[in-house]
Every structure is written in C-alpha cells, then in structure tokens.
C-alpha cells in the first residue's frame, strides 16, 4: 500500500470477513493510522530496503498479492502458478504518459525497456472502471485484454459525510500534480490568488505545500466538501468530476511538462474551455465551468464495485 484511498476500502472489506491471514507492506507515512486497535491482528511490514526479504518472504508465500503502482521488486521474483497478483492502480483514469509511453524512458535501449517490462508482466489482473483506462494499460504496462477485471473501483465509491467543518465552507480546492521540476511562481497558484482556496500538494512534490488547515482531512474528504476542484494533468479530474464536481485544469507549463514527461490523448482531448494558462484566464473561468466528459473512463463503474472484486479474490482463493 503506497496509496491508502485505493487499498483502505479493500483491506478493510477482507478483514471484517475474519477467514484471511492478511500482511500488509505499507508506506511509512502510514505507521500511526495503523496503529487504530482493530489493526492488531494484520502483519504489518513498512516498506523500505531494510524490510526487504521480509517482503519478498511475504509476497512469495501468498495467495493473493493486491498492488496499488509498481514495484520494481516484483521484476525480480518468480512467483507460482497457483498466486495471482492483482493491480488496482491509484488512478480512475490517466491525463500523463508513463511506464511505456514515458516522454523520459529511452525507447531505443531495449535492456530498460525489459526491466520495465519484468515488472509489469509480475501482474495477472487489472481492476479498471472503464475502457479509456484499459487502452492506456494496454499501452503503458504492456497489459492484454484477457488481464481485465471491469469491476469499476472501489475509491470511486468512497462516501464522506463531512461532521467537523473546521475548514472554510466549500472551498476551492486545487490538487497540483508532481513535477520533477521547479514552476516560477508566475506559474505557481497561492491560496492569496484566490478567496477560498486550499490546496493538497502531491506528497513528492517540492512546488507546493498543503494548506494547513486540511493536514487531518483525506483527499476524497476534501473532495467531497469542495465547491470546485482545480488540478492541471492529474487524473483527478475525472474523479472529482465523476463525483461532481466542477473541474478546471491550471496548465501555464503544458509545454513543458509534455515535454518532460508526456500528456496522452485523453489529455488533449479535454476542451480549452476548461484549461486556463494563466491566474487572470482561471479566475474568469470559475463561475462558467464546462462540464468535462469522463463517460470512457467510468463505463464500467457500477455502486457493487467493491464487493465484485472481492468475490473474484474469495473465489481466487478457494
């Protein structure tokens, strides 16, 4: 688990069953969440090089290994026929290229391409929710058809009730991207730009820092309370417009980030009329917001998500 909203909803559905021996390798930033009594009976490894045989010990003797990215690891371990790994990725859908479709992977050196490779052919199924994304993996992680699993996902469905309203009331809520790179701050949005807005920063990126008002708040929270949510080439904006809300995309570096890193189709496709490439184009277009057109991206997504693949990995299991 690297990505709590996609895996919390999995775990916790197979823990209430009590029939499971479940381990979980977590990221570190969740050591005190896990720590909540009812947890107590999980294994829990963090992730991190001194764990790793642990790890690998883990992996190798389980039935059902769910990931929610990549692992590079994973390349190197052989796993038996009667496993299954299953990929239910962090993303609903997919504005950037990566794996494959990388701007910065070097098609022409054929050894990393099969590193690449070794480690996406470690998964057996991916969990999608529509058939956009099926096309995108199909693309990026070397995937084939037979692979899919059109359950839709279960972070779509996450419901919040919002009882501690110690944050403005519906806010404006900006979800910038990570850049392995530094935007001027004529680029940069600030929470003074714009009355009402808070903004959650990607965690690895060093361009922005989330409003402290909302450390304590989890992003599909805070989604769920905004008036409008502003994001540039993040996916989401398929999901906070599949829970709908309106969604514009700030983009004064597009050039540069399609240059770095590589915008796909799906991202071109989305109307100028919700791209602002300045603060002054962004302002004006707050209180007109077009609607952004997911249909492909959630084709598959019914409210049964959750308990569809859980049934597919009990039956998995037996």
């Known amino acids: 688990m690297t990505f709590k909203e996609d895996m919390m909803p999995i775990l916790d559905a197979l823990h209430q069953k009590g029939t499971y021996r479940i381990t979980l390798l977590y990221h570190p930033k969740y050591e ?3 720590q909540l009594p009812k947890y107590h009976d999980i294994v829990k490894i963090p992730l991190g090089n001194r764990y790793v045989l642990k790890h690998i010990k883990a992996i190798k003797s389980a039935s059902i290994v769910v990931i929610d990215t990549y692992y590079l690891m994973l390349g190197s371990l052989k796993k038996s026929s009667q496993q299954e790994v299953i ?11 990566f ?8 098609q022409n050196d054929q050894k990393m391409i099969r590193q690449y490779k070794s480690v996406y052919n470690f998964t057996d ?25 059109r359950f839709g996902l279960a972070r779509l469905n996450q419901e919040y009730t919002i009882h501690n309203r110690d944050v403005l009331e519906q806010p404006i809520l900006f979800l910038p ?28 990126d060093c361009n922005y820092q989330t409003s402290s008002i909302i450390k304590n708040k989890s992003l599909d929270e805070l989604i769920t309370m905004s008036s409008v949510v502003i994001t540039d ?16 995309l700030f983009v004064p570096d597009e050039e540069k980030y399609h240059q770095t890193r590589g915008l796909n189709e799906a991202y071109f496709n989305i109307s100028k009329k919700n791209k602002a490439y300045n603060k002054s184009e962004l302002k004006a277009c707050l209180n007109n917001i077009q609607p952004i057109d997911i249909t492909n991206w959630v084709n598959y997504q019914t409210e049964d998500a959750l308990a569809h693949l859980i049934h597919y990995i009990e039956e998995r299991v037996r």
């Open 87 to 97: 990929q239910v990725w962090h993303a609903s859908s997919a504005l950037k290229k």
């Open 233 to 248: 080439y993040s996916s989401l904006a398929v999901e906070a417009a599949y829970k709908g809300k309106p969604v514009m």
């Open 177 to 204: 991207t990570y850049r392995d790179y530094e935007i001027s701050e004529e680029d940069k949005l600030n929470e003074h730009d714009i009355e009402g807005l808070i903004i959650r920063a990607h965690p690895s």
């Open 32 to 34: 005190s969440f896990l």
């Open 125 to 149: 199924s991916y969990v999608v929710a529509g058939s956009q994304m099926e096309a995108i993996f199909k693309r990026s992680l070397d995937a084939e058809k037979k692979q899919f699993l």
């Open 99 to 106: 794996g494959l479709e990388d701007a910065a992977l070097n």
